[in-house]
């Protein structure tokens, strides 16, 4: 073997360099374990301990402290260690419409709706949306009369064309996603998350934010969404307002009385209940005049306002101060479309704004939150629509600790512009309330019994020491130039992420036992050499994972799993080459030098096929499935060089010490070496079984469809684990009930977890929307267990794996772009496979056999799924996961193609005189052993992955074993056959009537 110094230097130096990679994650563990052993199950004291440990030497001479060695670790997904992945988008319609000074220009405001609708189901950005609406609604319009504000007048004149507009707007907008993305790292430095990623997505203005073992995942999408736009308001007086609210409740009754106002969320007895749920909202001696209204409606029919909106009445009158009323939280929007009815939005002053309050109300010395917020009534004395003060001017906000009170405020301090304006706007508003609402929602309304001069203030309203910690942190870091709303979420409870671990780390390690074995059962001591290389193939894959800081998924491993089952493929390619040049006469020497060279041609073009769709499904996909693509690159570079020179090496200094060396036990030498099938004449009938599965599954595709997963439907799912058993029904009817509208129930793994989507509020983006559905949701299951838990370990998790142990949420346009990029990555690599063939193997019928095989698999794997979808006793959803596996179906499948391809191509050049077809058909037979060992050994894998790789990847697994067979049985039945049909050179094809 030449150059085999030179390898086998590489080879040690590669080995030292990951085994140093790994060494972080080894050191780390070793102090985590210690923390562990000292803290006897206190999470506090473990945490304490690991704290103290950041800064202090922790590796071998003292060469890195822990929190150094804790960075180069070998980073776990969110799936295998729990917390939280969001998507953020900003709003860049909110950022043209700043840019616009908020232009009430009708041909703007159409323009702008125009390209939201159009965003739902095209690729291209915002902007470029936005340009194509403008000119379809405004052909002749010009966006200079629109943008040409005081702001932008350097850069935007008259004469400036759309296009130069345009232009500007995209580099506004850009800079306005930059600074958000800065603003919300920032508060995600403060927030106190170990190893916390943030990034921006290419161009979409979305923003990923991973947030590795977060616990409260409400804390999170608070700190996130808010956009920290504080302002400072006057106030009305609830007794200025009593008039216009009693119209308000006739006007509302009399229009439900004509049917303009729908009954759907009150029902008959909610105005008792909320009556008396608020003992401050009795009837008093406004009695008579709020008892009736317009034409002697009652105040508390049924569709009427005070059925929802309690006014704050006392016996002794209205009373004081800026709170109207209070509301269920569940019925806040109600009352909002109820005050937002142009009707009754005329009876109010002009100048009145109606505003919710950031926390429910509490009660009781222990300050216990109830299901109840309050309304308050907000003055706007500015023109624009501006508060007279705003958090530009805040320069420092931190958490005091009143002790008086007992509780925990913000304090903040104001520069001198502020301090000014807010020592005149408390001078002007003595005795009267300010309201300070931070993104739209009150958080307290102090009462000001003198001017404040020196420009500090400070917020209070109940909070926790942590909330006001959040709150700080959000004001300090900035305000975002537009609002960012979660369009897709994941959350892994601790306990899920633990059992994915798990189940991970048992199918691998059965997985490669089985692996391990197989090869050596059938190859004898040369399967033994596999085995070493395998074993060095897998540690270069951590170690390279390692290096690189590539985040570890259970996909993820589920890749270096199935990279096992591949990497075999090599070897089995070299070993039954080999086989053949013994049984041709050769010397061992001569016979591996020659088999190793054979066979690198087939096993580079298999490889690099698989390799194109692992890049498309890297470059399309997005969180587990790029964990999934990572590993599978990784894995094919790692497992070529292991296979083609490890193996080699080991077989080279074997020779030079004349030690034996056997490819095959007695019952496996001559295996499958005598076959000769016709399979060239097989191929009619394949035709006809391929296509009737197909027909047939075409026809369930209309008929019954799919099972859609959340990823392309949009919804929010749930991963739900009862203490006991549940019937999918009757979890299902009660979710029904309490939603109102229908969800989806499947059992997810045992009889005591289930899956639930429900699209409730998908397109809300309120911040209580979460709460409002985890509240609904534990309603309606709770009483399923045996022993009911509380709320807060219900929604956690923490205490006890009973309750929500995952959720995700996908946006309706995210939905839409998952769709569009799961059409293109299929349709790219089907389209680059072809190009490949055709161009390797010198003819287009070749490319065309490869990627009618491949559609035909695919094909095939979606008649299946359609099929047997809510008939096999796990998920069978089609959502990314499943287009992941059909695009690595696609990867093995033309590596089994290629290989056969290949072969045919030696034989052609080889033996060019002899038939085509007893060309295709010798050299079909002659690498069945290579195809039955390699499906063989694969299907072990996944065998292994289905069967303990837990319920997460059941599905994923489930398709991979029908893809592998079926794109077996296309190598041999359709991509040979079919290019055999297509080549019409009578020359080379003497027999085509056979």
């Given at each position: 073997m030449?150059?085999?110094?030179?390898?086998?230097?590489?080879?040690?130096?590669?080995?030292?360099?990951?085994?140093?990679?790994?060494?972080?994650?080894?050191v780390?563990?070793?102090?985590?374990?210690?923390?562990?052993?000292?803290?006897?199950?206190?999470?506090?004291?473990?945490?304490?301990?690991l704290?103290?440990?950041k800064n202090?030497?922790?590796?071998?001479?003292?060469?890195?402290?822990?929190?150094?060695?804790?960075?180069?670790?070998?980073?776990?997904?969110?799936?295998?260690k729990?917390?939280?992945?969001?998507?953020?988008?900003?709003?860049?319609?909110?950022?043209?419409?700043?840019?616009?000074?908020?232009?009430?220009?009708?041909?703007?405001n159409?323009?702008?709706d125009l390209?939201t609708?159009?965003?739902?189901?095209?690729k291209?950005?915002f902007i470029?949306?936005?340009?194509?609406a403008?000119?379809?609604?405004?052909?002749?319009?010009?966006?200079s009369?629109?943008f040409?504000?005081?702001g932008?007048?350097?850069?935007?004149?008259?004469e400036?064309?759309n296009?130069?507009?345009?232009?500007?707007?995209?580099?506004?907008t850009d800079?306005a996603?930059?600074?958000?993305?800065?603003?919300?790292?920032?508060?995600?430095?403060?927030?106190?998350v170990?190893?916390?990623?943030i990034q921006?997505?290419?161009?979409?203005?979305?923003?990923?934010v991973?947030?590795?073992?977060?616990?409260?995942?409400?804390?999170?999408?608070?700190?996130?969404?808010?956009?920290?736009?504080?302002?400072?308001?006057?106030?009305?007086?609830?007794?200025?307002?009593?008039?216009?609210?009693?119209?308000?409740n006739?006007?509302?009754?009399?229009?439900?009385?004509?049917?303009?106002?729908?009954v759907d969320t009150?029902?008959?007895?909610d105005?008792?209940?909320?009556?008396?749920?608020e003992p401050?909202?009795?009837?008093?001696?406004?009695?008579?005049?709020?008892?009736?209204g317009?034409?002697?409606?009652?105040?508390?029919?049924?569709?009427?306002?005070?059925?929802?909106?309690?006014?704050y009445?006392?016996?002794?009158?209205?009373?004081?101060?800026s709170?109207?009323?209070s509301?269920?939280?569940?019925?806040?929007?109600k009352?909002?479309?109820f005050l937002?009815m142009?009707?009754?939005?005329?009876l109010?002053?002009?100048?009145l704004?109606l505003?919710?309050?950031?926390?429910?109300?509490v009660?009781?010395?222990n300050?216990?939150?109830?299901?109840?917020?309050?309304?308050y009534a907000?003055?706007?004395?500015?023109?624009?629509?501006?508060?007279?003060?705003?958090?530009?001017?805040?320069?420092?906000?931190s958490?005091?600790?009143?002790?008086?009170?007992?509780?925990?405020?913000?304090?903040?301090?104001?520069n001198?512009e502020?301090?000014?304006?807010?020592?005149r706007l408390t001078?002007?508003?003595?005795?009267?309330?300010?309201?300070i609402v931070l993104d739209?929602?009150?958080?307290s309304?102090?009462?000001?019994?003198?001017?404040?001069e020196g420009?500090?203030?400070?917020?209070?309203?109940?909070?926790?020491?942590?909330?006001?910690d959040?709150?700080?942190?959000?004001?300090?870091?900035g305000?975002?130039?537009?609002?960012?709303k979660?369009?897709?979420?994941?959350?892994?409870?601790?306990?899920?992420?633990?059992?994915?671990?798990?189940?991970?780390?048992?199918?691998?390690?059965?997985?490669?036992v089985?692996?391990?074995?197989?090869?050596?059962?059938?190859?004898?001591?040369a399967?033994?050499v596999?085995?070493?290389?395998?074993v060095?193939?897998?540690?270069?894959?951590?170690?390279?994972?390692?290096?690189?800081?590539?985040?570890?998924?259970l996909?993820?491993?589920?890749?270096?799993?199935?990279?096992?089952?591949?990497?075999?493929?090599?070897?089995?390619i070299?070993?039954?080459?080999?086989?053949?040049?013994?049984?041709?006469?050769?010397?061992?020497?001569?016979a591996?030098?020659?088999?190793y060279?054979?066979?690198?041609?087939?096993?580079?073009?298999?490889?690099?096929t698989?390799?194109i769709?692992?890049?498309?499904?890297?470059?399309?996909?997005?969180?587990?499935v790029q964990?999934f693509?990572?590993?599978?690159i990784?894995?094919?570079?790692?497992?070529?060089?292991?296979?083609?020179?490890?193996?080699?090496?080991?077989?080279?200094?074997?020779l030079?010490k004349?030690?034996?060396?056997?490819?095959?036990h007695?019952?496996s030498e001559n295996?499958l070496?005598k076959?000769?099938?016709?399979?060239?004449g097989?191929r009619?009938?394949?035709?006809i079984?391929?296509?009737?599965?197909?027909?047939?599954g075409a026809i369930?595709w209309?008929?019954?469809?799919?099972?859609?997963?959340?990823?392309?439907?949009g919804?929010?799912t749930?991963t739900?684990?009862?203490d006991q058993p549940?019937?999918?029904?009757?979890?299902?009817?009660?979710?029904?009930?309490?939603?109102?509208?229908?969800?989806?129930?499947?059992?997810?793994?045992p009889?005591?977890?289930?899956k639930?989507?429900t699209?409730?509020?998908i397109?809300?983006?309120?911040?209580?929307v979460?709460?409002?559905?985890?509240?609904k949701?534990?309603?309606?299951?709770?009483g399923f267990?045996?022993?009911?838990?509380?709320?807060?370990?219900?929604?956690?998790t923490?205490?006890t794996?009973?309750?929500?142990?995952?959720?995700?949420?996908?946006?309706p346009?995210v939905?839409?772009?998952i769709?569009i990029?799961?059409v293109?990555?299929?349709?790219?690599?089907?389209?680059?496979?072809?190009i490949?063939i055709?161009?390797?193997?010198k003819?287009?019928?070749?490319?065309?056999?490869?990627?009618?095989?491949?559609?035909?698999?695919?094909?095939?794997v979606?008649?299946f799924?359609?099929?047997?979808?809510?008939?096999?006793?796990?998920t069978?959803?089609?959502?990314?996961?499943?287009?992941?596996?059909?695009?690595t179906?696609?990867?093995?499948?033309?590596?089994d193609t290629?290989?056969?391809?290949?072969?045919?191509?030696?034989?052609?050049?080889?033996?060019?005189k002899?038939?085509?077809?007893v060309?295709?058909n010798?050299?079909?037979n002659?690498?069945?052993?290579?195809?039955?060992?390699?499906?063989?050994?694969?299907?072990?894998?996944?065998?292994?992955?289905?069967i303990f790789?837990?319920?997460?990847i059941?599905?994923f697994a489930?398709?991979?074993i029908?893809?592998?067979?079926?794109?077996t049985?296309?190598?041999?039945?359709?991509?040979?056959?079919?290019?055999?049909?297509m080549?019409?050179?009578?020359?080379?094809?003497?027999?085509?009537?056979e």
């Open positions: 030449q150059n085999r110094g030179a390898i086998s230097f590489i080879a040690i130096v590669l080995a030292i360099a990951c085994l140093y990679q790994l060494s972080f994650t080894f780390a563990n070793r102090v985590e374990k210690k923390a562990e052993e000292y803290a006897k199950g206190d999470q506090q004291k473990m945490s304490n301990y704290d103290s440990m202090q030497p922790a590796y071998p001479f003292n060469l890195y402290t822990y929190q150094e060695c804790k960075d180069r670790e070998i980073n776990l997904g969110l799936d295998l729990g917390g939280m992945n969001v998507t953020l988008e900003v709003s860049v319609a909110e950022i043209l419409k700043s840019l616009s000074n908020h232009s009430v220009d009708t041909s703007f159409k323009a702008l390209a609708q159009m965003q739902a189901s095209s291209d950005d470029t949306l936005f340009s194509k403008y000119a379809q609604v405004a052909p002749n319009g010009k966006l009369k629109v040409g504000t005081y932008l007048k350097e850069q935007i004149t008259p400036s064309t296009e130069q507009v345009i232009s500007v707007l995209r580099k506004q800079g996603i930059a600074n958000s993305f800065n603003v919300l790292r920032n508060r995600i430095d403060r927030f106190g170990v190893q916390p990623n921006r997505l290419g161009n979409t203005g979305r923003i990923l991973e947030l590795p073992g977060v616990k409260d995942p409400s804390r999170v999408r608070k700190l996130l969404q808010g956009t920290a736009n504080l302002q400072f308001f006057e106030t009305y007086e609830l007794s200025q307002l009593v008039q216009p609210l009693v119209a308000a006739a006007k509302v009754a009399e229009l439900a009385k004509g049917g303009v106002v729908a009150v029902k008959k007895d105005s008792t209940k909320v009556a008396a749920a401050a909202a009795k009837p008093s001696t406004l009695k008579k005049e709020l008892g009736k317009k034409e002697g409606t009652s105040v508390k029919s049924e569709q009427s306002l005070f059925s929802v909106l309690v006014p009445i006392s016996d002794q009158g209205v009373m004081p101060g709170i109207v009323g509301a269920r939280i569940s019925d806040t929007a009352v909002n479309r937002a142009p009707a009754v939005k005329a109010f002053p002009r100048d704004a505003m919710w309050s950031v926390k429910p109300i009660t009781g010395p300050k216990v939150e109830t299901d109840r917020i309050e309304l907000i003055k706007i004395t500015g023109r624009d629509g501006k508060a007279p003060l705003d958090g530009s001017v805040i320069v420092d906000a958490k005091q600790f009143d002790e008086k009170q007992g509780s925990v405020e913000v304090s903040m301090r104001m001198a502020g301090a000014k304006t807010w020592a001078g002007d508003n003595v005795g009267k309330q300010i309201a739209g929602l009150v958080y309304a102090p009462r000001v019994n003198q001017a404040i420009g500090s203030s400070s917020i209070s309203g109940n909070f926790t020491t942590q909330e006001a959040d709150l700080a942190n959000v004001l300090n870091s305000k975002l130039p537009a609002s960012a979660i369009v897709q979420e994941e959350v892994v409870g601790p306990s899920l992420g633990q059992e994915s671990i798990n189940a991970g780390l048992s199918s691998f390690v059965i997985a490669f089985l692996v391990l074995v197989y090869m050596w059962m059938f190859y004898n001591k399967g033994m596999a085995n070493i290389a395998l060095g193939n897998v540690f270069l894959i951590f170690g390279v994972l390692a290096s690189f800081k590539a985040v570890l998924t996909p993820g491993i589920a890749g270096i799993v199935l990279t096992m089952g591949m990497a075999v493929d090599a070897n089995v070299i070993y039954e080459r080999i086989k053949e040049e013994l049984k041709a006469g050769k010397g061992l020497g001569l591996l030098a020659d088999g060279k054979h066979a690198l041609t087939a096993i580079i073009d298999g490889q690099l698989t390799l769709t692992a890049l498309v499904l890297f470059v399309f996909g997005s969180g587990p964990g693509a990572t590993t599978l990784i894995g094919i570079l790692t497992s070529l060089f292991t296979a083609i020179f490890i193996s080699r090496i080991i077989f080279t200094k074997m030079d004349n030690r034996k060396i056997t490819f095959f007695h019952w295996f070496a076959a000769n099938f016709n399979f060239i097989f009619k009938y394949a035709y079984f391929s296509i009737s599965v197909i027909t047939i369930s209309v008929v019954k469809g799919f099972s859609y997963g959340v990823d392309f439907t919804g929010r749930y739900v684990r009862f549940v019937k999918t029904n009757e979890v299902r009817s009660a979710l029904d009930k309490e939603f109102g509208e229908s969800s989806e129930v499947k059992q997810f793994g009889a005591s977890q289930v639930i989507t699209k409730y509020l397109k809300s983006n309120a911040p209580t979460d709460s409002i559905i985890n509240t949701i534990y309603k309606a299951v709770n267990n045996k022993v009911p838990v509380s709320y807060g370990d219900f929604v956690t923490t205490r794996p009973i309750g929500i142990l995952s959720s995700a949420v996908v946006g346009t939905a839409d772009d769709k990029g799961a293109i990555s299929v349709i790219l690599s089907l389209i680059a496979i072809f490949y055709a161009i390797r193997f003819k287009w019928q070749w490319g065309l056999g490869g990627m009618v095989s491949l559609f035909h698999d695919t094909m095939f979606l008649a799924y359609s099929l047997f979808s809510n008939i096999m006793p796990f069978m959803d089609v959502d990314m996961t499943f287009i992941a596996a059909l695009l179906i696609i990867g093995y499948s033309i590596n290629v290989i056969i391809f290949d072969r045919i191509r030696e034989y052609r050049r080889d033996h060019p002899r038939d085509l077809k060309n295709i010798l050299a079909i002659s690498t069945l052993a290579r195809t039955v060992n390699t499906a063989g050994s694969t299907l072990i894998v996944l065998i292994a992955i289905f790789g837990g319920d997460v059941r599905g489930f398709a991979l029908v893809g592998i067979l079926i794109g049985f296309s190598s041999v039945f359709v991509a040979t056959p079919v290019a055999y049909d080549i019409n050179d009578g020359d080379e094809q003497k027999n085509i009537g």
